[in-house]
């Protein structure tokens, strides 16, 4: 990868933005094009890597080449999701969160933008991590009124591969050996995900209650504060306007004293105990999960 021009920077490839892109919307098309152009200015460090079909059958998920090679040109790693994989394409973006060679994610949509406000606060987490390496496993940003209510926004997360491996191995096949692909996002957020990391979770929280999600010591204030009407996860077209006037719901930050108590509304969520059955049995869903990232654009 060419060092960035501006910055000195050379990326490695081990911190990657994972986004999915398939067919031929500009809303999408362009969405990463634009990203591809922002990563250097705010996250130089970082690669932005973008899943694409191989299968050119698939007419209606195919990417037109000259978006790829736009993208190539820009310092984009283009991944190919093998043929036959049974994966909802918006959900190739995850194969990152299982690739052993990156050392952190985030998963990112296409319409949205990269900005200075979430770069500060993904510099900040990665920060956390190098002063205390077990902990802040995930990142997690909740930065509008509709984000509340989630732990885990899709969309606006990230994580450690290694680390989560470590934590929802068992946890991932079993859930997945039971579900269709189709919800896996669902799944993995809120019965999987969350409550096997909120402990060394790090997440940027601007809306939620203070008393809301446990324990509270994973919440944190955003190191920069916000710009007129923006927030993290706005949409746009490909004419760079917001496609909803959402942001007129925005607030003032919510902010927590220190030590605020939580709910412990992680004990309402369900429970899962893989059973040997389950867990030595080999699952297809996960078996691709693992192998898809060994087929690469060269």
Not at 102 to 119: G, I, K, P, T
Not at 195 to 216: E, F, I, N, R, T
Not at 259 to 266: E, F, N, Q
Request: hydrophobic share 40%; charged share 20%; net charge positive.
């Amino acid at each position: 990868m060419e060092r960035n021009k501006a910055t000195g920077v050379k990326p490695d490839g081990r911190k990657v933005i994972s986004m999915s892109l398939y067919g031929k919307d500009p809303r999408y098309t362009w969405g990463v094009i634009r990203n591809a152009q922002l990563v250097p200015v705010y996250l130089p460090e970082w690669t932005l890597r973008v899943y694409v079909t191989a299968d050119p059958a698939l007419s209606q998920l195919a990417v037109p080449p000259r978006i790829i090679n736009k993208l190539r040109l820009l310092g984009a790693d283009i991944a190919i999701v093998p043929t036959g994989n049974t994966m909802a394409p918006r959900n190739w973006r995850l194969l990152a969160a299982v690739d052993q060679q990156v050392h952190y994610f985030l998963v990112r949509n296409a319409d949205a933008r990269l900005s200075e406000r979430e770069a500060a606060a993904v510099r900040e987490w990665v920060s956390a991590t190098e002063k205390n390496e077990s902990r802040a496993v995930i990142h997690c940003i909740r930065d509008h009124p509709k984000h509340g209510d989630h732990a885990i926004v899709d969309g606006l997360w990230g994580g450690r591969p290694r680390l989560l491996f470590e934590r929802l191995n068992n946890y991932f096949t079993n859930v997945t050996s039971r579900s269709p692909a189709s919800k896996i996002v669902k799944i993995l957020l809120t019965e999987v995900l969350w409550p096997a990391v909120a402990d060394v979770a790090y997440c940027h929280d601007s809306v939620s209650p203070c008393h809301l999600w446990v324990p509270a010591s994973s919440r944190h204030p955003f190191p920069t504060a916000r710009s007129s009407q923006e927030y993290l996860g706005q949409k746009f077209d490909e004419h760079q306007q917001l496609v909803s006037d959402d942001a007129n719901q925005l607030k003032s930050d919510v902010v927590c004293p220190v030590g605020a108590t939580a709910i412990p509304l992680l004990l309402t969520l369900p429970k899962l105990r893989p059973t040997p059955e389950v867990v030595t049995r080999p699952n297809p869903l996960i078996t691709s999960l693992y192998r898809i990232n060994a087929t690469r654009a060269k």
